[in-house]
């Protein structure tokens, strides 16, 4: 069976929230390793599933890029929103789930294939757990806080008591870190 993985940005204030408006880490030295880190988990699945928050942010984004490895992946690889009021969407691939979301993806980890990434955590993610559907969390820590979140931007719904195991763990020259847990 397929495994969903979710792979979230993280600040050290729990902000999950809109990571392409934080602050950049000046003064850092550049890890190429992360960039090889996203390519990687990307060639690794087969899918990508997320919100329609996600897709809103996600989709001109990686539409207006071309060229390198992983955003050519992200435009072709298949692309599952779970939303009501998406109706139409313009990314290629992009299929809406609007009905009966955890059968519909119980029905995508039992079809053969690769792995299937999730972004973002939130309605989504809380939704896999509580279904038993959510394989591994890969949380990268970006070393900051932003100081100015509401509930809505943490990474802490509400959501039923999960176990997880740490299996990996990576460091990186600009001291963010990225820790992947499998549910135990």
């Not at 929230?17 to 988990?41: I, S």
């Not at 692309?79 to 691939?93: F, G, H, I």
């Not at 509400?158 to 299996?167: C, D, N, S, V």
Request: with cysteine.
């Amino acid at each position: 069976m397929r495994k969903i993985i979710n792979s979230t940005y993280i600040t050290l204030d729990g902000v999950v929230e809109q990571p392409h408006t934080w602050p950049r880490l000046e003064g850092r030295p550049a890890d190429p390793r992360k960039d090889t880190v996203q390519t990687d988990l990307l060639e690794t699945c087969d899918a990508v599933l997320m919100g329609r928050r996600t897709y809103d942010i996600f989709a001109p984004a990686w539409q207006a890029r071309s060229g390198d490895p992983l955003s050519d992946r992200m435009n072709t690889i298949p692309k599952y929103v779970l939303s009501t009021t998406l109706k139409n969407p313009d990314w290629a691939n992009t299929t809406v789930i609007s009905n009966h979301a955890a059968t519909e993806i119980r029905r995508l980890k039992e079809q053969p294939g690769q792995d299937i990434v999730q972004y973002g955590f939130g309605a989504v993610s809380t939704l896999l757990l509580e279904n038993k559907l959510l394989d591994e969390l890969r949380l990268w820590f970006h070393p900051l806080f932003l100081g100015k979140a509401t509930s809505d931007d943490l990474l802490f719904p509400k959501g039923p008591a999960t176990q997880f195991e740490l299996i990996d763990s990576a460091i990186f020259n600009d001291g963010m870190a990225i820790l992947t847990y499998r549910v135990a």
